[in-house]
């Protein structure tokens, strides 16, 4: 039997073909080593930051009420992450947004969050290096808070706005506050006013992203802000030598790299909506017909009240002087009080 076994031993090692490795032939390894491998090199494991920012953002509701305690000492990215998952999960509002504002944020992404003019006012006074600010889709968001963003954010280049019809009447008046203005206007000539005098507002504003401008609005930025670039288009060459940055592209959200890194059902527990990428139906937000109308009519109204006064100042004036004219006992009257200012002067 042991004889039986080393022949047939000896019959199987021969059949095999063992050959050293030439030195100048490189050895290939077979298909399903390389198959096998290639996934374990390229899966990157999170960090454990992420994996904790994953179970934090599952659990967000319940830290709200002492959310500035805890994250007094977080850092300014860990910050930011919070408040991208916080807004996924729709539990941005303007306690949760001013409890982790940090002075070095540069971006800031608000869109369909319950942010209001008040909240936005207090991170523009605190963050005052804001380069691109996504507030699209924010019904809480009115001019005002736009105009307190410009006014503390001097770095502000990228501005998203639109997405919802209130959101869509506030960029609309907001033209106004991007339209640079002449603060001295009491001047002899332009080259006596000091540099920082000639204009105020959105001066660093160079990209609006607005999917759904209208056309009379469109057409008021050509021509009244000809600096900022409306909802630009990714281009190899740019725009007047500039290149397009990432911000200003719509299709990416703001904070998206920010949690690039996240488990995403962190936040699925909300049932959070990306950004659509295409025109969707009509919302349950939609406002009715006749809101509608009654914005625009008081948008028209105080367009039109500096109007009206001048008219009813021009009026009354006229008024006056046809009075004076036809009536002998304003005549008399008029005569008589230029009589005593004659008096009063010579005394």
Not at 59 to 83: R, S, Y
Not at 150 to 155: D, F, N
Not at 157 to 183: M, V, W, Y
Not at 188 to 200: K, Q, R, V
Request: glycine share 4%.
């Amino acid at each position: 039997m042991e004889k039986g076994n080393e022949k047939s031993l000896t019959t199987s090692f021969q059949k095999l073909h063992l050959s050293p490795i030439s030195k100048s032939k490189p050895s290939v390894i077979p298909p399903t080593f390389q198959s096998s491998r290639s996934p374990i090199e390229k899966t990157k494991p999170p960090s454990l930051e992420s994996l904790c920012l994953g179970v934090v953002g599952k659990h967000f509701e319940d830290i709200i009420g002492d959310l500035g305690e805890i994250a007094v000492n977080f850092p300014a990215d860990t910050k930011m992450a919070m408040a991208a998952i916080a807004r996924r999960r729709q539990l941005l509002n303007d306690d949760v947004i001013i409890s982790l504002a940090e002075s070095s944020w540069e971006i800031l992404d608000i869109s369909g969050s319950d942010v209001s003019d008040f909240g936005l006012a207090k991170v523009a006074e605190r963050c005052k290096v804001l380069r691109a600010v996504d507030i699209s889709r924010c019904s809480k968001v009115t001019a005002a808070g736009v105009s307190e963003l410009v006014w503390h954010c001097h770095s502000l280049e990228t501005l998203r706005c639109g997405g919802c019809p209130r959101s869509d009447h506030t960029a609309r008046q907001c033209l106004g506050i991007f339209k640079p203005k002449l603060n001295d206007i009491e001047g002899e000539s332009w080259e006596e006013l000091d540099p920082t005098e000639i204009a105020h507002g959105a001066e660093s504003l160079r990209w609006l992203v607005w999917p759904k401008i209208d056309n009379n609005s469109l057409e008021s930025f050509a021509a009244e802000c000809p600096r900022i670039i409306v909802n630009p288009k990714p281009s190899p060459f740019g725009f007047r030598g500039v290149k397009v940055p990432v911000e200003a592209l719509p299709n990416v959200a703001l904070d998206e790299p920010i949690v690039k890194d996240i488990d995403p059902r962190t936040w699925a527990v909300s049932g959070f909506t990306a950004r659509p990428t295409a025109p969707s139906s009509p919302s349950s937000t939609e406002l009715p017909i006749a809101e509608k109308f009654r914005l625009a009519f008081v948008e028209r109204d105080s367009r039109l009240a500096p109007k009206r006064a001048k008219n009813a100042r021009q009026h009354l004036r006229r008024a006056e002087r046809e009075w004076v004219m036809t009536s002998t006992r304003a005549k008399a009257l008029a005569l008589a009080s230029q009589a005593s200012k004659s008096l009063h002067g010579r005394n």
